[in-house]
């Protein structure tokens, strides 16, 4: 079992719909979460860190469950930008914050 | 500011050959990491150093990986005698300290023929 799971897609949805991605994660000793955007062919860029109170950063907000280990993503009002990989990241602080990545999440936002 | 740069961006090689990739982290960084990132997977952890420093290469696939960062900035991941299993983009990241934000370059994709 992958210490981060999540599934891989891909989400096919309509310019303006709400999409919400989820993934949970098997070490209970993670200490900091994230939700990581990739472009076709391009680096993992940080989308957001997770917070136990939840965050929210314009039309994204995320949320962490500690005790279900479970993350998760809502998108608003998709825009074609949006369309990429959605990676849910976990970071162990004790390994130097080693980030364990999810498979990766498939997003296709289309007109 | 410059961000992290690695080198070559694309690497050919013939299988049993031994290649270097380079990375330089962003000015400054004290942490560096190293991830594989086979195709259509998520990245992978290799290897962490903290300045010169390499505290965990429990990721490093087999001892035909090898990786260096001697002088606590440039980093430079060797793997002897590749395999195709070897075929994936290698990333690195830096960071100012630890528990900060890792920044990612843009990889090197090996393919091994």
């Known amino acids: 079992r992958k210490e981060v799971e999540q599934d891989p897609g891909p989400f096919n949805v309509p310019e303006g719909a709400t999409v919400a991605f989820n993934c949970t994660y098997s070490n209970s000793a993670s200490q900091s979460f994230f939700w990581y955007r990739q472009d076709c062919r391009k680096e993992p860029k940080l989308l957001m860190s997770?917070?136990?109170s939840g965050n929210e950063d314009g039309r994204f907000t995320a949320q962490l469950n500690r005790a279900s280990q479970y993350i998760s993503l809502l998108i608003r009002d998709s825009k074609l930008s949006d369309s990429a990989t959605y990676l849910c990241?976990?970071?162990?602080?004790?390994?130097?914050?080693?980030?364990?990545f999810g498979g990766g999440t498939r997003l296709m936002v289309k007109p | 500011g410059a961000g992290v740069s690695q080198s070559p961006r694309y690497k050919v090689a013939k299988r049993g050959q031994d290649v270097a990739l380079r990375c330089d982290p962003i000015?400054?960084?004290?942490?560096l990491f190293w991830y594989q990132q086979a195709l259509g997977q998520g990245p992978e952890f290799l290897t962490y150093?903290?300045?010169?420093?390499?505290?965990?290469k429990s990721g490093l696939p087999s001892d035909r990986f090898f990786a260096e960062r001697p002088e606590g900035s440039v980093s430079t991941l060797k793997i002897q005698r590749t395999q195709q299993e070897d075929s994936a983009v290698y990333l690195c990241?830096?960071?100012?300290?630890?528990?900060?934000?890792?920044?990612f370059g843009p990889g090197t994709r090996l393919t091994v023929t």
């Open positions: 990241a830096s960071s100012r300290t630890p528990i900060y934000e890792q920044y």
């Open positions: 990241v976990v970071g162990n602080n004790n390994a130097g914050n080693m980030l364990t």
């Open positions: 150093f903290q300045n010169e420093a390499q505290l965990d």
């Open positions: 997770v917070y136990s």
């Open positions: 000015s400054g960084h004290v942490s």
